[in-house]
């Protein structure tokens, strides 16, 4: 082999941010397939939020990972062999192999990617599982009407921005909730929010607040912590809370000051009728997942949905570009080009 | 005048739980109707947790009262005389005239109660708001599937009492909280409940636990507080949670231990797809009001829904039963029979 396989397992369960070493790079013999069997090269390797969960050896809606397992994860690949009577040499198909150059599938939860559609990438963000997060949440519980205002946060990232573009579809007001001026100002005249705010500025409760002078009818939450405290008092009667992550307690819960929070949450839940409901992108996905396709398939090639892609060059750059997504600092959706 | 009118008015707010000296009893003249208005006597006065609320100057789903107010409250009152078209002596209504003895009405918010169709004093319980309160919640948000673990706190009250006989009646498990022994049999065997767990037990999570073998599918939030932390590891995926009452935090947050429940209760309300909504039973009264009202009366009416009324005789002694109710020292819906 002139080329052994690569991936990147587990090595130490986190204590709060992962750390680089927690990760390790270990080389592979490439594998062969067997009868039944295709052998894939993963081009794109997508970094989501939720597998710091995974890392975490805790219950959760999906089993944790073991010290060692490869880091999972949703990839685009090409069948480089086949042996399978479905998949052909050259096909590109959207695969599980978690952080990996190389893997053996029998074809089950690989589906075939049409690039004529849309740019593969794009089926690891706004077409992918994150947009379908914002469809999905946006489609069954956030129901915008027109006139209202729809909050979100990580508004430049790949569930925020289609959230907020959605909204605008929907003839409500978008505001979006961002690091820095840099993706504010993608937020805002990228993207065609009404309103992007620095979450990092000292006055950001009340920039919010004026902001959203109707009060928020529904706020997407995908972050949690700070900024919930800051969206809970402007919570219009009615309004609807999809949540669909929690980046900012994925490493543990935020450093307290030894105020129960959970009692006014609870309390504005029931005095202002609030629906609080958590959902993850394949709960709705038997119903909807067809019809997202077809709408931001086609709001993609007509150019009227946005996105903003972050391309990290090689699978060995994967943990450094996971651990600074989760501390904010990629800017769109955090993508590995894998390559070999 | 033989007999003056009396009247509870909020004498102070109250610092945490009220005290009797939050409350002052007034005597004032009997009124004399103007044109278009009846003079009305009452007869029950409710008694109902979310008058705490209403106690403290805070904004809520209704304005505060000031101090000085008549005390809130929903009654049923005869009407003595009338200058009022719609109403003649002797007519029985549902008012809001407040913790009082006679009132002044135009008519705005009276309805008229049909003695023959219940005990009227099953109008301001199983057959009034805090009964529509379980119906609505039930069946709007709670909607319990045959096979599914519903589970209720304050379970031999007027709301409790009700959303696990609905649970029967859907063909759902049962399982109510209540406190102490004597109202867990009732709960168990008056109600018909499948199970009953004291809260006040020092093991109550584990018989909790072990009461709902399959989980939780349904809870009926109306208490908040350690029911809630003992309910949360139980829930099942895409379980449903009302919130219709808080009575465990009306008297302020409980004693912190320094930690923050907010973020576990939103990792598990994403983690397990829940859905937690608030509601004010008005906020289901267009639309399932009548249903309610034609359900619910017949199964009084045929013996198959069954209630405890907790009759506490004179107007003087509401400041005294309130606070007992809010510290669960009442055994059924709290009714003031006042008299005069």
Request: charged share 20%; net charge neutral.
């Given at each position: 082999?002139?080329?052994?396989?690569?991936?990147?397992?587990?090595a130490?369960?986190?204590?709060?941010?992962?750390?680089?070493?927690?990760?390790?790079?270990?080389?592979?013999?490439?594998?062969?397939?067997?009868?039944?069997?295709?052998?894939?090269?993963?081009?794109?390797?997508?970094?989501?939020?939720?597998?710091?969960?995974?890392?975490?050896?805790?219950?959760?809606?999906?089993?944790?990972?073991?010290?060692?397992?490869?880091?999972?994860?949703?990839?685009?690949?090409?069948?480089?062999?086949?042996?399978?009577?479905?998949?052909?040499?050259?096909?590109?198909?959207?695969?599980?192999?978690?952080?990996?150059?190389?893997?053996?599938?029998?074809?089950?939860?690989?589906?075939?990617?049409?690039?004529?559609?849309?740019?593969?990438?794009?089926?690891?963000?706004?077409?992918?599982?994150?947009?379908?997060?914002?469809?999905?949440?946006?489609?069954?519980?956030?129901?915008?009407?027109?006139?209202?205002?729809?909050?979100?946060?990580?508004?430049?990232?790949?569930?925020?921005?289609?959230?907020?573009?959605?909204?605008?579809?929907?003839?409500?007001?978008?505001?979006?909730?961002?690091?820095?001026?840099?993706?504010?100002?993608?937020?805002?005249?990228?993207?065609?929010?009404?309103?992007?705010?620095?979450?990092?500025?000292?006055?950001?409760?009340?920039?919010?607040?004026a902001a959203?002078?109707?009060?928020?009818?529904?706020?997407?939450?995908?972050?949690?912590g700070?900024?919930?405290?800051?969206?809970?008092?402007l919570?219009n009667?009615f309004?609807?809370?999809?949540?669909?992550?929690?980046?900012?307690?994925?490493?543990?819960?935020p450093?307290?000051?030894?105020?129960?929070?959970?009692?006014?949450?609870?309390?504005?839940?029931?005095?202002?009728?609030?629906?609080?409901?958590?959902?993850?992108?394949?709960?709705?996905?038997?119903?909807?997942y067809?019809?997202?396709?077809?709408?931001?398939?086609?709001?993609?090639?007509?150019?009227?949905?946005?996105?903003?892609?972050?391309i990290?060059?090689?699978?060995?750059?994967?943990?450094?570009?996971?651990?600074?997504?989760?501390?904010?600092?990629?800017?769109?959706?955090?993508?590995v080009?894998?390559?070999?």
């Open positions: 082999m002139a080329m052994a396989a690569r991936q990147i397992v587990l130490a369960r986190p204590k709060g941010k992962p750390q680089l070493t927690d990760f390790r790079l270990e080389e592979t013999a490439i594998p062969t397939p067997a009868a039944e069997q295709v052998l894939l090269e993963v081009q794109y390797l997508s970094l989501d939020p939720y597998m710091r969960g995974r890392m975490d050896d805790r219950k959760s809606y999906a089993k944790p990972l073991q010290v060692g397992d490869v880091m999972v994860g949703e990839t685009v690949a090409k069948v480089t062999a086949s042996k399978h009577p479905r998949y052909a040499e050259g096909d590109l198909v959207l695969a599980h192999t978690g952080w990996r150059t190389h893997a053996l599938s029998e074809g089950a939860g690989l589906s075939k990617v049409d690039p004529a559609l849309a740019p593969v990438s794009t089926r690891l963000g706004v077409l992918g599982m994150p947009g379908f997060t914002a469809y999905g949440g946006m489609r069954v519980i956030g129901k915008p009407k027109p006139g209202e205002t729809v909050v979100v946060a990580a508004a430049s990232g790949p569930v925020g921005s289609l959230v907020g573009q959605l909204a605008k579809i929907a003839g409500a007001r978008a505001v979006g909730i961002a690091g820095g001026a840099e993706k504010c100002a993608f937020v805002k005249n990228g993207l065609g929010f009404d309103a992007a705010i620095n979450h990092r500025g000292a006055d950001f409760p009340a920039q919010l607040a959203c002078p109707n009060g928020i009818d529904v706020y997407f939450e995908n972050v949690g700070a900024i919930w405290q800051a969206v809970l008092p919570l009667k309004a609807r809370v999809p949540v669909s992550g929690l980046i900012a307690q994925y490493n543990g819960p450093p307290g000051d030894g105020t129960d929070r959970l009692p006014a949450t609870m309390r504005e839940i029931l005095s202002r009728s609030l629906t609080v409901r958590g959902f993850i992108n394949y709960d709705f996905a038997a119903e909807h067809a019809d997202f396709l077809r709408e931001v398939g086609a709001g993609i090639a007509d150019g009227s949905i946005r996105y903003r892609e972050d990290v060059e090689g699978l060995e750059k994967a943990p450094e570009a996971f651990i600074g997504m989760l501390d904010g600092r990629n800017f769109g959706k955090v993508i080009r894998v390559g070999i």
